[in-house]
C-alpha cells in the first residue's frame, strides 16, 4: 500500500493513471456508428477478407479512396490481433491518444521545463481529445504522427546541436508516416517550422544535409504506395488532386460547411468548449500572447522567446489554412491541441498555478467517463450494433451479404454481422471510376441470386415489388420494419 502511495504522489504516475483511463475506460461498449466508423472498419475488414491490403475499397465491387492506407493498416492489424470487435477497431486511436499525451510531456519538458505534468494533463483531459480517442478517423493517427514530427523538430532547434541532423531524420520519418495517414495535410506543421526558420532561425551547421538527406526519406517512405496505386488504376491521381486536394480547399463540391462563416461555426466551438475545462486558461494564453506580437518585431527578442513564438506559429498557421478551405469539420483541427495544450500549461506556470487537487480531477475523470457510457446507451439509428441485432433477429438463413436500396449503408455491420454490406440505386446509373456513390443498381444485384437480406425505406418497398416481379423475384418482408425501413429476402418466384 504504501509503494503505491508513493508512486501515486509522483505527478507523472497520476498523469499516466489518469491518462490510460481516459484511453481505455469503457472503450468497447459503444458499437460502431455509421457512417465514418463503418467506413473506415469497413476498409480494415475487407482489407483482412481480401488480403489486399494496397488496392481501397469498400466493397469488392467499388473502391475507396478518400485517404491513404495507414489508418486502415492500422485497424486490419488491431482486428486481426484481438478480433472482430468494436475495442479491436479502436484500439488505434486510443493508442494515438496515449502517444500525443506522452508527445506533449516531452515537448513540455523542452520547450517550457517545469510544465511536462501540466501540459500532459491537460491534453488528455480536454474534452475534444478524450471524445476523439474514441472514434475510429484518420485523426487522432494523424495527430500523433505529426506531433511525433514536430517533437523531432523541435529537439533538433531547441535541443544539443550534435544531435540536430538525426533528429531531422526522425521528423521526416514521422511526416511520412502521417502523410501516409491523410495526405498533404499532414505537412501543414511545416508552415510552422518555416515561419521559425525565417523568424527565430536556429543552428545552421550542417543542417542542410540533414534536410536534404530527410527529404529524401520522406520521399522514399511516403510516395512508393501512391505511384503503385496511381499506376494500377487509371485516372487515380487526378481524383486525388482534384477531389481530395482542390475540392476540399476551393469547392463546395463536399457539403462541409462551406460558408464564410463555416470557419466560424465549426471551429469556433471546437475550440472554446473542446478546450473545456481548460478553455479560461487557453483564453488567458491567447490575450497573453497577441501582447507579445508587437515586441516580437524585436529580432533578438524573438530569439530570447522563439518556444512561445513557435506554439503560436504551430497553432495559428494551419488554423488559418484550415478556415480558408472550404471543406471543414471539427476534428481537423484535433493535432492542434497538442501545442494548445502547451500554450495552457505555460499560462498556468505563468500565474503560478499547479496540477488541480484530485478530488476535482477525479471528478472530471468520471464525468468524461460517464459521458463515454452514456454515448454506448444512446439509441441512435447510426448504431451498427444495434441494426445487427434486428438484421440477426430477422434473418432465416445465412446472410452472405446485406444491401442497402437507395439509402445509407451501414457500412458497421460488416464487423458486427462478419458480412459484407453494399448499397445499390434503384435504377442503373453510370459509376465513376472513383467516389462512386453505388456499388450497383436494384435489379442486376437480384439477378446475382445471393444469400443476401436486402433494406429499403419502406416507401420504396412498393416499386421494388414490383420491379422484382417483373424478373420474376418475389420480396418477402421479415418482421415489422425497423427504423422506417423494410428488411426483407428476394427469391425466384415458383
Known amino acids: 500500500m504504501a509503494n503505491w502511495r508513493t508512486l501515486l504522489a509522483s505527478q507523472g504516475a497520476r498523469v499516466a493513471l489518469v491518462a490510460l483511463l481516459l484511453a481505455f475506460g469503457l472503450m468497447g461498449t459503444r458499437a460502431i456508428w455509421d457512417p465514418d466508423e463503418g467506413r473506415y472498419t469497413n476498409v480494415a475488414l475487407t482489407m483482412l477478407d481480401t488480403g489486399n491490403f494496397v488496392d481501397l475499397s469498400r466493397h469488392h465491387e467499388t473502391g475507396h479512396w478518400t485517404k491513404p492506407p495507414a489508418t486502415y493498416w ?60 474514441n472514434l475510429i478517423t484518420t485523426d487522432f493517427v494523424l495527430a500523433a504522427f505529426q506531433a511525433l514530427a514536430m517533437w523531432a523538430w523541435v529537439e ?36 510552422a517550422v518555416a515561419a521559425m526558420q525565417w523568424l527565430a532561425p536556429g543552428p545552421a551547421a550542417g543542417r542542410a544535409r540533414a534536410w536534404w538527406t530527410g527529404g529524401l526519406v520522406f520521399v522514399l517512405l511516403a510516395l512508393p504506395w501512391y505511384l503503385v496505386v496511381v499506376l494500377r488504376h487509371e485516372g487515380l491521381l487526378g481524383y486525388f488532386l482534384g477531389t481530395e486536394v482542390v475540392a476540399r480547399i476551393a469547392s463546395d463540391s463536399l457539403h462541409r460547411n462551406p460558408q464564410w462563416y463555416g470557419w466560424l461555426l465549426v471551429y469556433g466551438p471546437t475550440l472554446l468548449l473542446g478546450t473545456l475545462p481548460w478553455t479560461a486558461s487557453l483564453l488567458r494564453a491567447a490575450r497573453a500572447g497577441l501582447g507579445r506580437v508587437r515586441a516580437w518585431r524585436d529580432a533578438a527578442l524573438r530569439q530570447a522567446e522563439a518556444p512561445h513564438l513557435f506554439l503560436w506559429a504551430w497553432v495559428g498557421l494551419p488554423l488559418l489554412v484550415f478556415c480558408i478551405a472550404r471543406s471543414r469539420l471539427p476534428l481537423y483541427v484535433l493535432p492542434l491541441f497538442v501545442p494548445i495544450a502547451l500554450l495552457v500549461a505555460r499560462q498556468r506556470f505563468a500565474q503560478g ?44 438463413g445465412p446472410v452472405d451479404e446485406v444491401v442497402f436500396v437507395e439509402d445509407m449503408a451501414r457500412y458497421g455491420l460488416h464487423l458486427h454481422m462478419d458480412t459484407s454490406v453494399e448499397k445499390v440505386s434503384l435504377d442503373p446509373r453510370p459509376k465513376p471510376g472513383f467516389g462512386a456513390e453505388f456499388d450497383s443498381n ?53
Open 74 to 133: 492500422a485497424i486490419a492489424a488491431s482486428v486481426a490481433a484481438f478480433g472482430q470487435n468494436p475495442w479491436a477497431a479502436r484500439l488505434p486511436p486510443a493508442l494515438a491518444f496515449l502517444a500525443c499525451t506522452w508527445l506533449v510531456w516531452r515537448l513540455a519538458r523542452r520547450l517550457q521545463p517545469g510544465t511536462e505534468a501540466m501540459a500532459a494533463l491537460a491534453f488528455a483531459t480536454m474534452l475534444v481529445p478524450f471524445a476523439a480517442a
Open 156 to 191: 533538433s532547434r531547441f535541443g544539443p546541436p550534435e544531435r540536430g541532423g538525426r533528429w531531422l531524420l526522425l521528423m521526416w520519418v514521422a511526416f511520412a508516416a502521417a502523410f501516409m495517414t491523410k495526405g498533404p495535410p499532414a505537412l501543414l506543421p511545416l508552415l
Open 353 to 396: 498555478l499547479g496540477l488541480p487537487r484530485m478530488r476535482w480531477l477525479a471528478l472530471w475523470v468520471a464525468v468524461l467517463l460517464a459521458l463515454r457510457l452514456l454515448s454506448a446507451l444512446w439509441p441512435s439509428h447510426k448504431d451498427a450494433g444495434r441494426w445487427a441485432e434486428e438484421l440477426m433477429a430477422r434473418a432465416d
Open 442 to 494: 436494384f435489379a442486376g444485384e437480384l439477378m446475382e441470386r445471393e444469400r443476401a437480406l436486402w433494406v429499403c425505406k419502406l416507401p420504396l418497398f412498393p416499386e421494388l415489388q414490383k420491379r422484382a416481379a417483373a424478373l420474376g423475384f418475389e420480396l418477402d418482408p421479415l418482421g415489422e420494419p425497423y427504423e422506417g425501413r423494410v428488411v426483407f429476402r428476394a427469391r425466384p418466384r415458383g
